[in-house]
């Protein structure tokens, strides 16, 4: 049973408009959660994480935004840039609820394409 | 080299070989991580060490064997291994082990088993 899901396998968005990817999970034990980048080729990179004791989190252009009681986050980014383009991949974590101090979940990942 | 290096990207094995895969991290990091990606699958953690140490081992088959015998070095042993087991091994590093310390992950290796 997959406790964090990516419904979007894909979005295509015009640059300089907003992406918004978003995520749910199942796991009300998760409190932690995070954002990755993949371009082809490469590992995945950190890019903004969020505790459950935020709702809103934001670095430059990212930011992420957790509703809690609906067991979803959202990633936007304002303005897209070709660059951007990649696997966007969501995980999560029980850290603070006495889960497991080092296992992430992740969700399959949406494939971002910015246009130019 | 810097960041996280992973050899070799590309492995194709039989089903009675033995292969290793190996990780190598320039950033000084005390924690290291295997993690396996399926087609079609999320990515899924395999084992964490810290400071040479495993500390998590995510019910995975004894035909995996990690070992790190420093901190800047974690290999993957492979033997008997099926066609299943044909996925993308990515490393990462963080300087302490945990969730909330960043991740820094290897371009992977991608391994087809025949």
């Known amino acids: 049973d997959q406790q964090v899901k990516q419904n979007s396998p894909s979005l295509s968005v015009q640059e300089g408009r907003i992406s918004i990817l978003n995520c749910d999970y199942t796991?009300?034990?998760?409190?932690?959660f995070l954002w990755y980048k993949k371009y082809p080729a490469e590992g995945p990179t950190f890019l903004i994480s969020?505790?459950?004791?935020?709702d809103k989190n934001e670095d430059g252009r990212f930011t992420v935004f957790l509703n809690k009681s609906a067991k979803h986050l959202s990633l936007h980014i304002v303005p897209s840039q070709p660059g951007d383009s990649a696997v966007y991949f969501c995980?999560?974590?029980?850290?603070?609820?006495?889960?497991?101090?080092?296992?992430?979940?992740f969700g399959k990942g949406t494939l971002l394409t910015v246009n130019p | 080299e810097t960041g996280v290096t992973q050899t070799p990207r590309h492995l194709v094995m039989g089903m009675t070989n033995k292969k290793s895969l190996k990780c190598e991290q320039h950033?000084?990091?005390?924690?290291m991580y295997w993690y396996k990606q399926s087609a079609k699958k999320p990515l899924e953690l395999m084992f964490v060490?810290?400071?040479?140490?495993?500390?998590e081992n995510n019910s995975v088959p004894s035909r995996f064997s990690p070992e790190c015998p420093n901190s800047s070095h974690l290999f993957l042993h492979l033997h008997t291994l099926q066609p299943e087991d044909s996925a993308l091994y990515l490393c990462?590093?963080?300087?302490?082990?945990?969730?909330?310390?960043?991740?820094?992950f290897g371009p992977g290796t991608r391994l087809t088993v025949l």
């Open positions: 969020i505790s459950s004791i935020k």
């Open positions: 990462a590093s963080s300087q302490i082990a945990g969730v909330t310390d960043t991740q820094y």
């Open positions: 796991n009300s034990m998760f409190d932690y």
């Open positions: 950033l000084g990091h005390n924690a």
């Open positions: 060490y810290s400071l040479e140490e495993r500390v």
């Open positions: 995980a999560a974590s029980p850290y603070g609820s006495g889960g497991s101090n080092y296992k992430l979940t």
